[in-house]
């Protein structure tokens, strides 16, 4: 059974191969989010600086109207990403995060992004939805921050990871059951010293995990984690941190891109996740989701060129940012949820010009 088609003129067309929202199951994935009208327009914007709390809340309700077209609604979310492009106005998108959502609302995480692929966006934000809410969920989605801001780079990473150790007990879980960690470093060098951390915190398996350097909110804060995790955590696939296999979903942590430019790092890149998808059972039709990290906008065009020779459409919904990643030589890297029913997903199709 093919891919359902959802189809919407009340959003805008996506810049590039990817859908804007996407259910398999009770999960829904709605992918990179702006604050745009249906013909691309950015909400706020006009002479002098743009009006960063209309753009957030016109970024919400696009999410609301994907969301309600795939039968959710903002009630089920379960876990928010939120990408930042100056540091100046994390406080105004948390401010508006807090009047849509309300307490204690979605596992949620702001980090900053230089710059996004629209022209005077200056915020976009992924998500994750169960029908039914946290409470039906299968997998608990929580962030840690270090409790010290003034601690340097490796005790910052080990208070982060007593941190979510903490919130996972409170929640009947142990790192040991972890499938998926994403973590953001204020400086890419530090990440010799958070890998040590990790080796420390996961001796018996590592889960999937992303690492890259992008802005932080606070002031002093070196390190932020994000983490999905699931009662009796999941079975490792490829080497150790590469990918996580829970129940029906595969958690593939960052590929690095290797060797020659962008389009050939970006199918390096895929050719990596499409061993881990077929090594768990599943194909490249499977993926609901991905998470795209670029060195340098100036590869978007070449990247999107290596990405649409992997998917085909309905396109999976995706995120694309700008951060610094752990290998200098590396231009982009790829995280994916994959999903053995992925390729009987309902999917978001824009019809608007």
Partial sequence: MPRTVVTTDDLMRPIAEFSLGLRVGDVVYVGATAGTDPRRV????????????????????????????????????????????????????EEVASEVFGAPGPSRMA????????????VEADLVAVLGGPSASARFYCTAVPRDFSAGFAEQARSSL??????????????????????????IRAASEVENALARAFPARMPARSVVAAPLAASGQLVALECVAMRGGGTPVGAS???????????????????GGIEAQTVAAWERIERL????????????????????WRDYRGFNAGFSRFVTPPYPPRATICAALADPAARVQIEAVVHREGRNARVIEVTTP
């Fill in 277 to 296: 998808v077929r090594k768990a059972g599943m194909g490249l039709e499977d993926v609901v989701s991905t998470r795209n990290v670029l060195a340098d």
């Fill in 162 to 187: 007593r941190a979510l150790a903490e919130t996972l007990d409170g929640a009947g879980l142990s790192l040991d059951e972890a499938v998926m960690l994403t973590i953001t470093l204020a400086d």
């Fill in 111 to 122: 980090v900053g992004s230089w710059g996004f692929p629209l022209p005077q966006a200056v």
């Fill in 42 to 93: 950015l909400a706020g914007y006009g002479p002098g600086r743009i009006d960063v709390r209309m753009q957030v809340t016109t970024m919400y309700r696009n999410m609301e109207t994907a969301l309600k077209l795939l039968g959710g609604s903002l009630d089920d979310v379960v876990s928010l990403k939120v990408w930042v492009d100056d540091v100046r106005d994390f406080t105004a998108c």
């Fill in 241 to 259: 941190g590469e990918a996580m296999l829970a129940g029906d979903t595969l958690y593939i942590g960052g590929q690095l891109g290797s060797g």
